[in-house]
Protein backbone atom coordinates (compact mmCIF):
# COMPACT_ATOMS: atom_id res chain seq x y z
CA UNK A 1 0.00 0.00 0.00
CA UNK A 2 2.73 2.34 0.78
CA UNK A 3 4.69 1.85 -2.62
CA UNK A 4 0.52 1.96 -4.06
CA UNK A 5 0.35 5.74 -2.40
CA UNK A 6 3.89 6.68 -4.04
CA UNK A 7 3.28 6.00 -7.01
CA UNK A 8 0.24 8.12 -6.92
CA UNK A 9 1.76 10.95 -5.48
CA UNK A 10 4.63 10.59 -8.12
CA UNK A 11 1.53 10.75 -11.25
CA UNK A 12 0.11 13.67 -9.35
CA UNK A 13 3.38 15.83 -8.88
CA UNK A 14 4.29 14.48 -12.83
CA UNK A 15 0.82 16.09 -13.97
CA UNK A 16 1.45 19.46 -11.67
CA UNK A 17 4.92 19.60 -13.40
CA UNK A 18 3.90 19.30 -16.88
CA UNK A 19 1.90 22.38 -15.93
CA UNK A 20 4.73 24.21 -14.83
CA UNK A 21 4.38 27.00 -16.90
CA UNK A 22 1.50 28.65 -15.09
CA UNK A 23 3.66 30.99 -13.05
CA UNK A 24 3.35 34.48 -11.73
CA UNK A 25 5.11 37.25 -13.56
CA UNK A 26 4.11 40.66 -12.03
CA UNK A 27 5.51 43.81 -13.99
CA UNK A 28 9.46 43.62 -12.10
CA UNK A 29 9.85 40.32 -13.52
CA UNK A 30 10.09 38.77 -10.37
CA UNK A 31 8.78 34.99 -11.88
CA UNK A 32 7.35 33.11 -9.01
CA UNK A 33 4.85 29.83 -9.08
CA UNK A 34 1.31 30.76 -9.43
CA UNK A 35 -0.14 28.59 -6.52
CA UNK A 36 2.18 27.15 -3.55
CA UNK A 37 3.94 24.17 -3.94
CA UNK A 38 4.61 21.28 -1.86
CA UNK A 39 6.70 18.28 -1.17
CA UNK A 40 5.98 14.37 -2.15
CA UNK A 41 5.95 11.70 -0.06
CA UNK A 42 9.13 10.56 -1.06
CA UNK A 43 10.38 13.11 1.81
CA UNK A 44 8.49 12.33 4.29
CA UNK A 45 10.95 9.23 5.41
CA UNK A 46 13.70 12.06 6.34
CA UNK A 47 10.93 12.84 9.43
CA UNK A 48 11.65 9.56 11.02
CA UNK A 49 13.56 10.13 13.99
CA UNK A 50 15.60 6.78 13.13
CA UNK A 51 16.48 7.55 9.27
CA UNK A 52 17.49 10.92 11.11
CA UNK A 53 19.84 9.63 13.19
CA UNK A 54 21.53 7.63 10.63
CA UNK A 55 22.04 10.73 8.05
CA UNK A 56 23.58 12.59 10.29
CA UNK A 57 25.87 9.64 11.74
CA UNK A 58 27.05 9.26 7.92
CA UNK A 59 27.82 12.37 7.17
CA UNK A 60 29.92 13.26 11.01
CA UNK A 61 31.41 10.27 9.62
CA UNK A 62 32.44 12.05 5.90
CA UNK A 63 34.01 14.41 7.62
CA UNK A 64 36.62 12.25 9.97
CA UNK A 65 38.24 11.13 6.26
CA UNK A 66 40.71 13.97 5.62
CA UNK A 67 40.57 14.35 1.91
CA UNK A 68 42.23 17.53 1.54
CA UNK A 69 43.38 19.13 -1.92
CA UNK A 70 46.26 21.34 -1.18
CA UNK A 71 48.48 23.45 -3.98
CA UNK A 72 50.90 21.94 -6.11
CA UNK A 73 49.31 18.32 -5.36
CA UNK A 74 51.08 15.61 -7.33
CA UNK A 75 48.90 13.34 -9.18
CA UNK A 76 47.16 10.52 -8.11
CA UNK A 77 48.94 7.45 -7.48
CA UNK A 78 52.66 9.39 -6.81
CA UNK A 79 51.33 12.08 -4.14
CA UNK A 80 50.75 10.11 -1.14
CA UNK A 81 48.45 13.22 0.39
CA UNK A 82 45.31 10.96 -1.92
CA UNK A 83 45.83 8.16 0.07
CA UNK A 84 42.56 9.14 2.28
CA UNK A 85 40.10 9.29 -0.95
CA UNK A 86 40.75 5.52 -0.97
CA UNK A 87 39.40 4.81 2.43
CA UNK A 88 36.55 7.25 1.87
CA UNK A 89 35.40 5.67 -1.20
CA UNK A 90 35.27 2.53 0.59
CA UNK A 91 33.24 4.23 3.37
CA UNK A 92 30.84 5.44 0.45
CA UNK A 93 30.46 2.06 -1.15
CA UNK A 94 29.84 0.26 2.21
CA UNK A 95 27.19 3.26 3.37
CA UNK A 96 25.25 3.29 -0.33
CA UNK A 97 24.92 -0.35 -1.22
CA UNK A 98 21.67 0.35 -3.26
CA UNK A 99 23.47 2.82 -5.53
CA UNK A 100 26.40 1.35 -6.03
CA UNK A 101 24.55 -1.96 -7.73
CA UNK A 102 21.86 -0.25 -9.02
CA UNK A 103 24.10 2.39 -10.87
CA UNK A 104 27.66 2.41 -12.98
CA UNK A 105 29.69 3.75 -10.97
CA UNK A 106 33.02 5.21 -13.12
CA UNK A 107 36.30 6.75 -11.44
CA UNK A 108 37.57 9.53 -13.35
CA UNK A 109 41.74 10.33 -12.99
CA UNK A 110 41.09 7.69 -9.73
CA UNK A 111 39.56 9.79 -7.16
CA UNK A 112 36.59 11.64 -8.95
CA UNK A 113 33.42 9.40 -9.43
CA UNK A 114 30.50 9.22 -11.53
CA UNK A 115 27.28 7.48 -10.99
CA UNK A 116 25.18 7.25 -13.60
CA UNK A 117 21.01 5.66 -12.70
CA UNK A 118 19.95 5.27 -16.43
CA UNK A 119 16.41 6.13 -16.92
CA UNK A 120 13.84 4.54 -18.76
CA UNK A 121 13.02 7.23 -21.26
CA UNK A 122 16.65 7.56 -23.25
CA UNK A 123 15.23 10.77 -25.15
CA UNK A 124 15.10 12.77 -22.25
CA UNK A 125 18.92 14.39 -21.62
CA UNK A 126 20.28 13.51 -17.70
CA UNK A 127 19.74 15.50 -14.92
CA UNK A 128 23.17 16.15 -12.64
CA UNK A 129 23.92 16.95 -9.01
CA UNK A 130 27.62 17.83 -8.57
CA UNK A 131 29.72 18.37 -5.59
CA UNK A 132 33.50 18.04 -4.44
CA UNK A 133 34.78 15.35 -1.83
CA UNK A 134 37.82 17.38 -1.26
CA UNK A 135 38.42 19.95 1.83
CA UNK A 136 40.52 22.68 1.80
CA UNK A 137 43.21 22.30 4.25
CA UNK A 138 43.39 21.89 8.43
CA UNK A 139 46.40 21.90 9.18
CA UNK A 140 47.05 25.17 11.12
CA UNK A 141 45.49 27.08 14.18
CA UNK A 142 44.04 23.92 15.30
CA UNK A 143 44.13 24.84 19.11
CA UNK A 144 41.39 27.19 17.87
CA UNK A 145 38.41 24.26 16.72
CA UNK A 146 36.11 23.29 19.50
CA UNK A 147 37.33 19.98 18.18
CA UNK A 148 39.63 18.45 16.46
CA UNK A 149 38.96 19.25 12.54
CA UNK A 150 38.45 15.77 11.05
CA UNK A 151 36.01 14.19 14.34
CA UNK A 152 33.07 14.70 12.62
CA UNK A 153 31.37 15.89 16.31
CA UNK A 154 27.83 16.38 16.71
CA UNK A 155 26.21 17.73 19.29
CA UNK A 156 22.63 19.16 19.62
CA UNK A 157 22.37 21.39 17.17
CA UNK A 158 25.60 21.24 14.84
CA UNK A 159 27.58 18.81 12.79
CA UNK A 160 31.62 19.64 13.36
CA UNK A 161 34.41 19.80 11.02
CA UNK A 162 36.24 20.24 7.91
CA UNK A 163 33.88 19.69 4.83
CA UNK A 164 30.66 19.48 6.92
CA UNK A 165 29.48 22.49 5.16
CA UNK A 166 31.75 22.68 1.81
CA UNK A 167 30.98 20.27 0.75
CA UNK A 168 30.70 16.91 2.08
CA UNK A 169 26.76 17.80 3.25
CA UNK A 170 25.92 18.12 -0.66
CA UNK A 171 28.01 14.18 -1.22
CA UNK A 172 26.38 12.49 1.23
CA UNK A 173 22.99 14.28 1.28
CA UNK A 174 22.70 13.52 -2.59
CA UNK A 175 23.40 9.64 -2.26
CA UNK A 176 21.60 9.39 1.01
CA UNK A 177 18.78 10.78 -0.82
CA UNK A 178 18.89 8.37 -4.18
CA UNK A 179 19.62 5.92 -1.36
CA UNK A 180 15.83 5.89 0.07
CA UNK A 181 14.66 6.93 -2.83
CA UNK A 182 15.84 3.27 -4.67
CA UNK A 183 14.95 1.64 -1.47
CA UNK A 184 11.24 3.02 -2.27
CA UNK A 185 11.54 1.52 -5.49
CA UNK A 186 11.50 4.51 -7.66
CA UNK A 187 13.35 3.85 -11.02
CA UNK A 188 14.43 7.11 -12.86
CA UNK A 189 12.82 7.89 -16.06
CA UNK A 190 15.24 10.62 -16.98
CA UNK A 191 18.68 9.45 -16.20
CA UNK A 192 20.55 10.78 -13.44
CA UNK A 193 24.07 11.59 -12.91
CA UNK A 194 26.12 12.04 -9.63
CA UNK A 195 29.45 13.93 -9.89
CA UNK A 196 31.95 14.43 -7.37
CA UNK A 197 35.15 15.76 -8.42
CA UNK A 198 38.12 15.07 -6.13
CA UNK A 199 39.96 18.90 -6.57
CA UNK A 200 37.82 21.51 -6.77
CA UNK A 201 39.30 23.75 -3.73
CA UNK A 202 42.28 23.87 -6.34
CA UNK A 203 40.50 24.39 -9.55
CA UNK A 204 39.34 21.09 -10.39
CA UNK A 205 42.22 20.02 -13.06
CA UNK A 206 42.21 16.47 -12.66
CA UNK A 207 38.98 16.15 -11.32
CA UNK A 208 35.71 18.06 -13.20
CA UNK A 209 38.00 19.10 -16.24
CA UNK A 210 38.54 15.15 -16.99
CA UNK A 211 34.89 14.25 -15.73
CA UNK A 212 33.67 17.20 -18.46
CA UNK A 213 35.55 15.27 -20.84
CA UNK A 214 33.88 11.66 -19.96
CA UNK A 215 30.55 13.54 -19.93
CA UNK A 216 30.57 15.27 -23.14
CA UNK A 217 31.91 12.15 -24.94
CA UNK A 218 28.63 10.62 -23.87
CA UNK A 219 26.08 13.22 -23.91
CA UNK A 220 27.90 15.83 -26.47
CA UNK A 221 27.56 19.53 -26.14
CA UNK A 222 24.21 21.01 -24.43
CA UNK A 223 23.60 17.19 -24.01
CA UNK A 224 22.64 17.15 -20.28
CA UNK A 225 19.21 19.01 -19.07
CA UNK A 226 20.62 20.25 -15.87
CA UNK A 227 23.12 20.44 -13.23
CA UNK A 228 22.95 21.85 -9.68
CA UNK A 229 26.59 22.28 -7.53
CA UNK A 230 27.04 24.06 -4.15
CA UNK A 231 26.77 27.79 -3.89
CA UNK A 232 24.29 30.67 -3.59
CA UNK A 233 23.43 33.28 -1.16
CA UNK A 234 20.94 30.87 1.11
CA UNK A 235 17.41 31.53 2.44
CA UNK A 236 17.80 34.83 3.77
CA UNK A 237 15.11 35.78 5.92
CA UNK A 238 17.24 38.66 7.51
CA UNK A 239 16.50 41.32 4.13
CA UNK A 240 13.32 43.02 3.43
CA UNK A 241 10.63 41.57 5.57
CA UNK A 242 10.24 38.39 3.54
CA UNK A 243 12.14 34.94 3.51
CA UNK A 244 14.35 34.80 -0.42
CA UNK A 245 15.70 31.70 -1.58
CA UNK A 246 18.80 32.96 -3.68
CA UNK A 247 20.66 30.01 -5.92
CA UNK A 248 23.73 31.52 -8.12
CA UNK A 249 23.25 31.53 -11.65
CA UNK A 250 26.50 33.02 -12.33
CA UNK A 251 30.01 32.65 -11.06
CA UNK A 252 32.20 35.72 -10.84
CA UNK A 253 35.79 35.32 -12.97
CA UNK A 254 39.14 34.77 -11.12
CA UNK A 255 43.06 34.91 -11.17
CA UNK A 256 45.69 34.50 -8.96
CA UNK A 257 47.98 37.00 -9.12
CA UNK A 258 51.54 36.13 -9.00
CA UNK A 259 54.45 38.92 -7.55
CA UNK A 260 57.70 37.77 -7.20
CA UNK A 261 60.32 40.69 -6.44
CA UNK A 262 64.45 39.86 -7.39
CA UNK A 263 66.97 42.25 -5.77
CA UNK A 264 70.69 42.06 -4.54
CA UNK A 265 70.77 40.75 -1.25
CA UNK A 266 73.64 40.99 1.54
CA UNK A 267 74.44 41.49 5.14
CA UNK A 268 71.40 43.10 7.14
CA UNK A 269 74.32 45.52 8.80
CA UNK A 270 74.54 47.03 5.73
CA UNK A 271 71.18 47.59 4.19
CA UNK A 272 70.27 48.38 0.67
CA UNK A 273 67.94 51.28 0.24
CA UNK A 274 65.19 49.30 -0.45
CA UNK A 275 64.77 45.41 -0.27
CA UNK A 276 62.37 42.41 -2.06
CA UNK A 277 60.33 42.29 0.93
CA UNK A 278 60.03 45.94 1.24
CA UNK A 279 58.95 46.48 -3.00
CA UNK A 280 57.19 43.92 -2.37
CA UNK A 281 55.25 44.87 0.71
CA UNK A 282 54.60 48.39 -1.27
CA UNK A 283 53.01 46.36 -4.21
CA UNK A 284 50.63 45.17 -1.55
CA UNK A 285 49.86 47.60 0.30
CA UNK A 286 49.22 50.32 -2.54
CA UNK A 287 46.71 47.73 -3.97
CA UNK A 288 45.10 46.60 -1.16
CA UNK A 289 44.30 50.02 0.15
CA UNK A 290 43.09 51.33 -3.62
CA UNK A 291 39.59 51.55 -4.68
CA UNK A 292 40.52 50.46 -8.18
CA UNK A 293 37.38 48.33 -8.02
CA UNK A 294 33.94 49.73 -7.45
CA UNK A 295 30.69 48.44 -7.10
CA UNK A 296 29.02 47.70 -10.35
CA UNK A 297 25.39 47.24 -11.35
CA UNK A 298 23.76 46.23 -14.48
CA UNK A 299 19.75 45.51 -15.58
CA UNK A 300 21.42 42.26 -16.50
CA UNK A 301 23.02 41.56 -13.04
CA UNK A 302 20.94 39.31 -11.19
CA UNK A 303 21.24 40.79 -7.97
CA UNK A 304 19.09 43.74 -9.92
CA UNK A 305 16.22 41.03 -10.39
CA UNK A 306 16.72 40.33 -7.06
CA UNK A 307 16.19 43.89 -5.84
CA UNK A 308 13.04 43.99 -7.75
CA UNK A 309 11.69 41.34 -6.19
CA UNK A 310 11.85 42.72 -3.64
CA UNK A 311 10.18 45.64 -4.11
CA UNK A 312 7.25 43.25 -5.77
CA UNK A 313 6.88 40.87 -2.25
CA UNK A 314 9.21 42.41 0.72
CA UNK A 315 7.81 44.32 3.52
CA UNK A 316 6.98 47.74 2.46
CA UNK A 317 7.68 49.01 6.08
CA UNK A 318 11.46 47.41 5.34
CA UNK A 319 12.08 48.47 2.00
CA UNK A 320 14.29 51.40 2.36
CA UNK A 321 13.73 54.20 0.27
CA UNK A 322 16.72 53.94 -2.14
CA UNK A 323 15.04 50.75 -3.35
CA UNK A 324 11.99 53.18 -4.42
CA UNK A 325 13.85 55.67 -5.77
CA UNK A 326 17.15 53.87 -7.76
CA UNK A 327 15.29 50.58 -8.77
CA UNK A 328 11.39 51.05 -8.77
CA UNK A 329 11.06 53.18 -11.96
CA UNK A 330 10.43 52.66 -15.48
CA UNK A 331 12.79 53.97 -16.74
CA UNK A 332 16.59 55.75 -16.33
CA UNK A 333 17.12 53.94 -12.74
CA UNK A 334 20.20 54.87 -10.79
CA UNK A 335 22.18 51.92 -11.46
CA UNK A 336 25.48 53.15 -9.91
CA UNK A 337 23.42 54.65 -6.94
CA UNK A 338 21.71 50.95 -6.34
CA UNK A 339 24.92 49.80 -6.41
CA UNK A 340 26.57 51.56 -3.82
CA UNK A 341 23.79 51.51 -1.90
CA UNK A 342 23.25 47.62 -2.02
CA UNK A 343 27.07 46.89 -1.47
CA UNK A 344 26.58 49.33 2.10
CA UNK A 345 24.60 46.57 3.65
CA UNK A 346 27.40 44.13 4.39
CA UNK A 347 30.49 42.99 2.70
CA UNK A 348 29.04 39.65 1.47
CA UNK A 349 26.40 41.89 -0.54
CA UNK A 350 29.40 44.43 -2.35
CA UNK A 351 31.19 41.12 -3.21
CA UNK A 352 28.73 39.85 -5.24
CA UNK A 353 28.69 43.55 -7.30
CA UNK A 354 32.49 44.01 -6.89
CA UNK A 355 35.61 42.57 -7.87
CA UNK A 356 37.41 41.62 -4.48
CA UNK A 357 41.29 41.42 -4.04
CA UNK A 358 43.47 39.76 -1.04
CA UNK A 359 46.60 38.72 -0.47
CA UNK A 360 46.77 35.69 0.36
CA UNK A 361 50.83 34.38 0.50
CA UNK A 362 53.65 35.94 1.10
CA UNK A 363 57.20 34.12 1.33
CA UNK A 364 60.52 35.71 1.40
CA UNK A 365 64.02 35.67 4.15
CA UNK A 366 65.54 32.97 5.65
CA UNK A 367 67.54 34.30 8.16
CA UNK A 368 67.79 37.53 10.46
CA UNK A 369 70.48 38.85 9.12
CA UNK A 370 70.53 38.14 5.43
CA UNK A 371 68.50 40.29 2.82
CA UNK A 372 66.48 37.69 0.73
CA UNK A 373 67.19 38.43 -3.38
CA UNK A 374 63.74 37.33 -3.62
CA UNK A 375 60.32 38.15 -2.08
CA UNK A 376 57.16 36.66 -3.57
CA UNK A 377 53.00 36.53 -2.86
CA UNK A 378 50.03 35.95 -4.23
CA UNK A 379 46.84 38.01 -4.39
CA UNK A 380 43.68 36.35 -5.51
CA UNK A 381 41.03 38.02 -7.37
CA UNK A 382 37.54 37.49 -7.90
CA UNK A 383 36.11 39.32 -10.94
CA UNK A 384 32.94 40.81 -11.49
CA UNK A 385 30.45 39.65 -13.60
CA UNK A 386 30.73 42.49 -16.36
CA UNK A 387 34.50 42.51 -15.71
CA UNK A 388 37.57 39.81 -17.51
CA UNK A 389 40.61 39.05 -16.02
CA UNK A 390 42.43 41.65 -19.24
CA UNK A 391 40.72 44.29 -17.28
CA UNK A 392 41.95 43.34 -13.87
CA UNK A 393 45.69 42.53 -15.11
CA UNK A 394 45.80 46.87 -16.42
CA UNK A 395 44.68 47.63 -13.36
CA UNK A 396 46.74 45.87 -11.23
CA UNK A 397 49.84 46.72 -13.65
CA UNK A 398 48.82 50.49 -13.16
CA UNK A 399 50.56 49.52 -9.39
CA UNK A 400 53.14 47.68 -10.12
CA UNK A 401 54.71 50.10 -12.83
CA UNK A 402 55.43 53.13 -10.72
CA UNK A 403 56.63 50.87 -7.55
CA UNK A 404 59.02 49.40 -10.41
CA UNK A 405 59.74 53.34 -11.81
CA UNK A 406 60.56 53.81 -8.69
CA UNK A 407 63.03 51.57 -7.51
CA UNK A 408 64.80 51.16 -11.07
CA UNK A 409 63.21 47.72 -11.30
CA UNK A 410 61.85 46.03 -14.70
CA UNK A 411 58.90 44.80 -15.24
CA UNK A 412 59.37 41.18 -16.63
CA UNK A 413 61.78 42.20 -18.04
CA UNK A 414 60.58 45.70 -19.62
CA UNK A 415 62.35 48.52 -18.04
CA UNK A 416 60.11 51.70 -16.61
CA UNK A 417 62.88 53.85 -15.67
CA UNK A 418 65.63 55.85 -16.90
CA UNK A 419 67.99 54.53 -14.64
CA UNK A 420 70.25 51.21 -14.81
CA UNK A 421 67.99 48.24 -13.34
CA UNK A 422 68.89 46.95 -9.89
CA UNK A 423 66.63 44.25 -10.14
CA UNK A 424 63.34 42.71 -11.96
CA UNK A 425 59.39 42.38 -10.60
CA UNK A 426 58.34 39.00 -12.50
CA UNK A 427 54.17 39.22 -12.55
CA UNK A 428 52.33 35.82 -13.52
CA UNK A 429 49.01 35.55 -14.21
CA UNK A 430 47.92 31.81 -12.57
CA UNK A 431 44.26 29.92 -13.25
CA UNK A 432 42.99 33.18 -14.90
CA UNK A 433 39.05 32.38 -15.87
CA UNK A 434 36.59 35.27 -16.99
CA UNK A 435 33.27 35.02 -15.42
CA UNK A 436 30.92 32.78 -16.63
CA UNK A 437 27.28 32.87 -18.98
CA UNK A 438 24.69 33.23 -16.79
CA UNK A 439 22.05 30.82 -16.37
CA UNK A 440 18.61 31.56 -17.08
CA UNK A 441 16.13 32.66 -14.72
CA UNK A 442 13.27 33.69 -16.37
CA UNK A 443 9.25 32.84 -17.37
CA UNK A 444 10.94 30.76 -20.21
CA UNK A 445 13.13 28.60 -17.74
CA UNK A 446 11.21 25.39 -17.34
CA UNK A 447 14.81 24.74 -15.03
CA UNK A 448 14.17 27.47 -13.23
CA UNK A 449 10.43 27.33 -12.20
CA UNK A 450 11.21 23.78 -11.03
CA UNK A 451 13.90 25.54 -8.53
CA UNK A 452 11.57 27.91 -7.52
CA UNK A 453 8.30 25.66 -7.00
CA UNK A 454 11.00 22.98 -5.40
CA UNK A 455 12.46 25.89 -2.85
CA UNK A 456 8.56 26.50 -1.89
CA UNK A 457 8.28 22.70 -1.13
CA UNK A 458 10.90 22.96 1.02
CA UNK A 459 10.71 26.08 2.94
CA UNK A 460 7.29 26.77 2.63
CA UNK A 461 6.41 30.50 1.79
CA UNK A 462 9.55 31.83 0.21
CA UNK A 463 10.41 33.86 -2.74
CA UNK A 464 12.89 32.90 -5.10
CA UNK A 465 15.49 35.40 -7.03
CA UNK A 466 18.65 34.98 -8.34
CA UNK A 467 22.45 35.92 -7.42
CA UNK A 468 25.78 35.15 -7.62
CA UNK A 469 28.36 33.38 -6.51
CA UNK A 470 31.49 34.92 -5.17
CA UNK A 471 33.59 32.25 -5.46
CA UNK A 472 33.84 29.33 -8.32
CA UNK A 473 33.00 25.64 -8.10
CA UNK A 474 33.44 23.00 -10.04
CA UNK A 475 30.52 24.14 -12.74
CA UNK A 476 32.46 26.60 -14.10
CA UNK A 477 34.28 22.90 -16.03
CA UNK A 478 30.64 21.94 -17.04
CA UNK A 479 29.68 25.37 -19.32
CA UNK A 480 29.74 23.05 -22.29
CA UNK A 481 27.49 20.54 -20.89
CA UNK A 482 24.45 22.86 -20.66
CA UNK A 483 22.72 26.24 -19.96
CA UNK A 484 20.82 25.40 -17.25
CA UNK A 485 23.29 25.57 -14.08
CA UNK A 486 22.28 26.32 -10.73
CA UNK A 487 24.92 26.73 -7.76
CA UNK A 488 22.76 25.96 -4.88
CA UNK A 489 23.60 24.99 -1.34
CA UNK A 490 19.73 24.36 0.45
CA UNK A 491 20.99 26.28 3.34
CA UNK A 492 19.39 29.15 5.43
CA UNK A 493 22.02 32.16 6.01
CA UNK A 494 23.63 31.68 9.79
CA UNK A 495 23.08 27.70 9.32
CA UNK A 496 26.77 26.91 7.32
CA UNK A 497 29.28 28.15 9.43
CA UNK A 498 33.02 28.55 9.10
CA UNK A 499 34.03 27.50 6.15
CA UNK A 500 37.58 27.77 4.99
CA UNK A 501 38.48 28.43 8.98
CA UNK A 502 37.94 27.42 11.75
CA UNK A 503 35.35 25.44 13.26
CA UNK A 504 33.45 24.82 10.17
CA UNK A 505 29.93 23.29 10.89
CA UNK A 506 26.14 23.05 9.76
CA UNK A 507 23.47 23.05 11.55
CA UNK A 508 21.09 19.55 11.91
CA UNK A 509 18.31 21.28 10.97
CA UNK A 510 19.70 22.82 7.75
CA UNK A 511 21.77 19.36 6.64
CA UNK A 512 18.17 17.56 7.25
CA UNK A 513 16.16 20.42 5.11
CA UNK A 514 19.39 19.34 2.53
CA UNK A 515 18.19 15.70 2.60
CA UNK A 516 14.92 16.52 1.76
CA UNK A 517 15.58 19.70 -1.17
CA UNK A 518 17.79 16.27 -2.86
CA UNK A 519 15.10 13.91 -3.06
CA UNK A 520 12.73 16.92 -4.35
CA UNK A 521 14.70 17.81 -6.87
CA UNK A 522 15.65 14.63 -8.31
CA UNK A 523 11.75 13.44 -8.28
CA UNK A 524 10.81 16.38 -9.85
CA UNK A 525 12.90 17.32 -12.59
CA UNK A 526 12.58 13.63 -12.98
CA UNK A 527 8.92 14.12 -13.62
CA UNK A 528 9.16 16.70 -16.08
CA UNK A 529 8.24 14.53 -19.29
CA UNK A 530 9.66 17.49 -21.81
CA UNK A 531 13.12 19.20 -22.04
CA UNK A 532 11.51 21.72 -23.44
CA UNK A 533 13.25 24.49 -21.57
CA UNK A 534 16.01 22.15 -20.25
Same mark, same amino acid.
Request: proline share 6%; net charge negative.
Given at each position: ??????????????????????????????????????????????????????S???????V??P??????????G???????????????????????????V????T?S????????????????????????????S?D?????????T??D??????????C?N?V?????A??????????????????????????????A???N?H??????????????????????????G???????V???????????????G??? +?????? =? @???V *???? &??? /?? #????????????H????????????G?P??????? +?????? =? @???? *???? &??? /?? #????????????????????????S?????????T??????????V???Q?????????????????????????????????????????P??????????????????????????????????T??T?????????????????????????????????????????????????????????????
Amino acid at each position: MGRYLLLISSTLLALTLRGVSAQTEPASGCVQPATQAHASNFTTIFDDPAVQNKSIQLLAQAVQFPTMSFDGMGVPGVDPRWAPFDDFHAFLEASFPNLYSKANVTAINTYSLVFTLNGSNPDLMPMMITGHQDVVPATTSLDRWTFPPFSGTVDDTWIYGRGSGDCKNTVIGSMIAVEHLLEQGWTPTRTLLLAFGQDEEIGGHMGATNVNLHLLSLYGEDGVAMIVDEGGSGVDSSQFGRTFALPGVVEKGSVNIMVEVDMMGGHS +SIPTDK =T @SIGV *LSEI &AET /FE #NSHVFQPHLEEAHPVWSYLQCATQFGDPAQIPAWI +SQDVNV =T @SNPN *LQDA &ANN /FA #NISISNRYLIQTSKAATIFNAGVKSNELPESANGTFNVRIEIFSNVTAVQDAFLTFVHPVAEKYSLTVNGTSFSDQPSIGNITVIWGNPHDPTPKSPFDANSTAWRVISELNQAIWGDVITAPSAMTGNTDTRNYLSLTKNIYRWSPIRVGERVGMHTVDERISIRAYLEGLKFYTELIVRVDNVTTDDGL
